[in-house]
């Protein structure tokens, strides 16, 4: 089980950015998958987390209105659609997939975890 994450970049503050997340393995494709944000020296922080069929998602406050988290199964592909940037959005994002039917925000309640892909905004 592998996970991939493609996307990250330079932007400037107001624009956007869509991070990808492709998964390996049919099961998989139902895990509930999230993305996590990670700075130098901070802890893990959650950012969104989507349900194995899609119908359901949650964000963190910090997000919520500005990013959407999206799913394709058959695709094996999950989505974090970025916008309305702002410096502090800067970080590393993971993404991140659990067996659990639960809508997590706990970085440990994952098993399976990508690479990570830096989005730095610029003020």
């Known amino acids: 089980v592998q996970l991939q994450a493609y996307g990250g970049g330079l932007v400037q503050a107001g624009g956007s950015v869509k991070l990808s997340c492709v998964g390996s393995g049919r099961t998989f494709s139902m895990y509930t998958k999230a993305w996590f944000r990670q700075l130098r020296g901070k802890e893990r922080e959650f950012v969104a987390v989507?349900?194995?069929?899609?119908?359901?998602?949650d964000y963190a406050d910090s997000v919520k209105g500005r990013f959407t988290i999206s799913r394709d199964n058959a695709e094996n592909t999950v989505w974090l659609q970025m916008n309305s940037l702002k410096p502090e959005d800067t970080a590393v994002y993971y993404c991140a997939a659990s067996r659990e039917f639960s809508l997590s925000n706990n970085p440990s309640d994952y098993t399976y975890w990508g690479q990570g892909t830096l989005v730095t905004v610029s003020s």
């Open positions: 989507i349900s194995g069929h899609g119908r359901n998602a």
